[in-house]
Nanobody, 115 residues
Framework: QVQLVESGGGLVQVGGSLRLSCVAS????????MGWYRQAPGKQRELVAT???????NYADSVKGRFTISRDNAKNTVYLQMNDLKPEDTAVYYC?????????WGQGTQVTVAS
């Protein structure tokens, strides 16, 4: 089992910045992928960004150039630096841990961008 705890969400004005953090605990594999997904009201959950332990990253086109994912493998922590936030970034952001066929999700943290 893997437990994920997110933090860092909140209310921010258009053009502002937020940094999300997600700490993983439990049975953490030395090789894994952690990342962020988001779900806006009435919409499906979508990929924001992921990063493997080796450093490979994947971003949604909508956040490229504005969001940066990073991780501290020693702390089993993944971060999402979000800059130049837009109203369409408003959503619940979920942390995900993946290893082979196993996927674990955090409880989510709300990000609201006010115009």
């Amino acid at each position: 089992q893997v437990q994920l705890v997110e933090s860092g969400g909140g209310l921010v004005q258009v053009g502002g910045s937020l940094r999300l953090s997600c700490v993983a605990s439990g049975n953490i594999a030395s090789s894994n992928t952690m990342g962020w997904y988001r779900q806006a009201p009435g919409k499906q959950r979508e990929l924001v960004a992921t990063m493997s332990t080796s450093g490979s990253t994947n971003y949604a086109d909508s956040v490229k150039g504005r969001f940066t994912i990073s991780r501290d493998n020693a702390k089993n922590t993944v971060y999402l630096q979000m800059n130049d936030l837009k109203p369409e970034d408003t959503a619940v952001y979920y942390c995900k841990y993946s290893r082979l066929f196993f996927n674990y999700w955090g409880q989510g943290t709300q990000v609201t961008v006010a115009s």
